[in-house]
């Protein structure tokens, strides 16, 4: 117990400690990891869709655990994969019906961004906290709900895998990462992935059903990662990855991080597929509040010579 505690511990640590330290670092790379369609987003849809496809096998191979709890988490899990691409929308490419696209905060095929849901998804995260925490303690007090529970199907979250919700928790407190959901989500997908995976383990011990260790390598170490990385060579969305790396430039300078801020202009200044309308005027504005008055004029002299550009290809179509 001890040694799974530590292991899940470290492993959960480290996955936080990957964006912070992608986001104080290593900004370029922070945007590609959490843009929308991209290797953070994929990562969680992948692992709730594992997550689902385990809860089937486990229903349909296991019949002493055919119950309304465990049927009802493998239903979750697979709405919200699903819920996480927007149902394949980009994917396939549907248009998001009007009457969808006024109420929903991103215009997306999906429900947990109609702005009623979304405000009320910390509810669910409050929830979430009071099952992995509090539940044990009162089944441990009062057999009989214990008894329900058992009955209804519904699992307890071993103590060995409180470290990643402690972790998640802590990033719900801070804000330096939760500007963007992307990491809780992904953590919190993992986290589900890895409850799945234990309670599939736990349920061959008591059938007595050996496996090797190669299962849990290729469960972990090979259908994931080619999985997401054809998802995101496949099925990019470039458009939000400009509006990304604009909306990141700006809550760096919020934050006072202008370090970071600079690292993400020079690249965008040195891509210009990555650029919007503002970029370069955006970053002139940042060069001149920090004191580098003749590096903003080559800026927007680059921004002239793209605008005159623009211009002459227009007149010329015409």
Not at 39 to 45: D, G, H, K, N, R
Not at 201 to 217: F, L, N, P, T, Y
């Amino acid at each position: 117990m001890k040694k799974l505690f530590f292991l899940h511990s470290l492993l959960a640590v480290s996955l936080a400690a990957l964006f912070y330290t992608l986001y104080f670092y290593f900004p370029v790379q922070y945007v590609y990891a959490v843009d929308e369609d991209s290797w953070t987003e994929y990562s969680t849809f992948v692992f709730y869709i594992m997550s689902s496809v385990t809860l089937s096998w486990i229903i349909w191979r296991y019949k002493g655990y055919r119950k309304p709890g465990i049927i009802i988490l493998m239903l979750m899990t697979t709405v919200i994969a699903f819920e996480e691409i927007s149902w394949g929308q980009r994917i396939f490419d549907v248009a998001t019906p009007w009457r969808l696209s006024r109420i929903n905060l991103q215009h997306e095929f999906n429900l947990h961004n109609i702005e009623v849901v979304q405000s009320k998804l910390q509810y669910v995260s409050y929830c979430m906290f009071a099952w992995v925490f509090v539940m044990p303690f009162l089944c441990r007090k009062w057999t009989l709900l214990n008894s329900f529970r058992d009955r209804f199907g519904f699992p307890l979250v071993p103590v060995y895998l409180w470290p990643y919700f402690f972790v998640l928790a802590y990033l719900m407190i801070d804000s330096t990462l939760f500007h963007v959901q992307e990491p809780f989500e992904v953590l919190l997908s993992f986290t589900c992935v890895m409850f799945v995976y234990d309670m599939l383990i736990k349920i061959e011990q008591e059938e007595e059903i050996k496996r090797g260790w190669k299962r849990s390598v290729i469960f972990f170490g090979i259908i994931p990662p080619m999985m997401i990385a054809c998802l995101v060579y496949f099925f990019p969305w470039p458009w939000h990855l400009q509006w990304r790396f604009k909306q990141l430039t700006r809550v760096y300078q919020k934050r006072g991080l202008d370090d970071q801020a600079e690292i993400v202009f020079e690249y965008l200044y040195n891509t210009p597929s990555l650029q919007g309308k503002s970029t370069l005027d955006d970053y002139a504005l940042f060069l001149l509040r920090t004191g580098r008055e003749q590096k903003a004029l080559v800026v927007l002299s680059n921004d002239l010579k793209l605008l005159n550009s623009l211009k002459k290809a227009n007149t010329n179509k015409e």
